[in-house]
């Protein structure tokens, strides 16, 4: 379908750029980019990972081509640019409902939150660790001084609170006191409900195993009533027959 037939179809829509699968950049990424470049000024190549290896970092990459000007001649190259996934309010609504069929009952909010958190963390470990990694390179001088890099890695380090203040590492205290003092009451309130529910428990099974002796001896005791009253009546029904016998038989001479 061309370009003219697509606005006709999404008319709404517009054209930003292409992607690629990759999973890297090819040398004829930049032909195609300036192909791109008739229906928009400044097309955002991106490159998805169809096979990512790593969960922690989105499989895509953003690039976009600038001039590079050198002593013979000018090409193009490509740049990296920050990226980020989103959605719009419909597809949020639709993969919520979706959701909804595949979840696993079994795992709690707070679970979710945990594991959440626990996976920015591993993320923000690898940042820091190719932060590292980097400046050892430059250290070694095995890659070039990046001015900007060491002006972001200052802002980073100017808002990092100062931990050795006694106020706030006071304040730290008592917020973890807080929140350990809120989760130890709550386990202990767990664990007694949890005993009272065993109790209650047994207590009612008590109840209905007394209820089903006391059933199966009253059943028990009106079979032997039975019993003797079907024994009885044949005892007497015996005795008639043979009272009627010897009426019935006539008297000797």
């Given at each position: 379908m061309g370009y003219p037939s697509t606005l006709t179809v999404s008319a709404r829509e517009k054209v930003i750029g292409w992607y690629s699968?990759?999973?890297?950049?090819?040398p004829a990424d930049i032909e195609i980019n300036e192909m791109v470049r008739r229906y928009t000024p400044?097309?955002?190549?991106?490159?998805?990972d169809v096979n990512p290896k790593d969960d922690l970092e989105i499989p895509t990459?953003?690039?976009?081509?600038?001039?590079?000007?050198?002593?013979?001649?000018?090409?193009?190259?490509?740049?990296?640019?920050?990226s980020e996934i989103g959605a719009m309010e419909a597809e949020?609504?639709?993969?919520?409902?979706?959701?909804?069929?595949?979840?696993?009952?079994?795992?709690?909010?707070?679970?979710?939150q945990v594991a959440q958190k626990v996976s920015s963390l591993k993320g923000?470990?690898?940042?820091?660790?190719?932060?590292?990694?980097?400046?050892?390179?430059?250290?070694?001088?095995?890659?070039?001084?990046?001015?900007?890099?060491?002006?972001?890695l200052q802002d980073i380090f100017n808002l990092?609170?100062?931990?050795?203040?006694?106020e706030l590492v006071t304040s730290l205290k008592v917020n973890t006191?807080?929140?350990?003092?809120?989760?130890?009451?709550?386990?202990?309130?767990?664990?007694?409900?949890?005993?009272?529910?065993?109790?209650?428990?047994?207590?009612?099974n008590q109840d209905l195993e007394k209820i089903k002796r006391l059933k199966d001896e009253k059943q028990e005791k009106k079979a032997i009533e039975a019993k003797g009253q079907a024994a009885e009546g044949k005892k007497n029904n015996k005795d008639d027959g043979s009272s009627k016998k010897d009426e019935a038989s006539p008297p000797k001479k």
């Open positions: 699968t990759g999973p890297k950049i090819q400044q097309p955002v190549f991106c490159i998805i990459q953003a690039y976009v081509s600038v001039p590079d000007v050198s002593d013979t001649q000018t090409q193009r190259n490509f740049v990296h640019i920050q949020e609504v639709g993969v919520e409902h979706l959701l909804r069929d595949i979840r696993d009952t079994s795992v709690s909010t707070l679970s979710d923000l470990k690898k940042r820091m660790d190719t932060l590292a990694d980097y400046l050892k390179k430059v250290a070694a001088g095995k890659l070039p001084l990046n001015h900007q890099i060491l002006y972001n990092c609170p100062n931990l050795q203040l006694k006191n807080d929140n350990m003092l809120v989760i130890y009451v709550a386990s202990l309130i767990r664990s007694i409900i949890a005993l009272h529910n065993l109790i209650n428990n047994k207590l009612k």
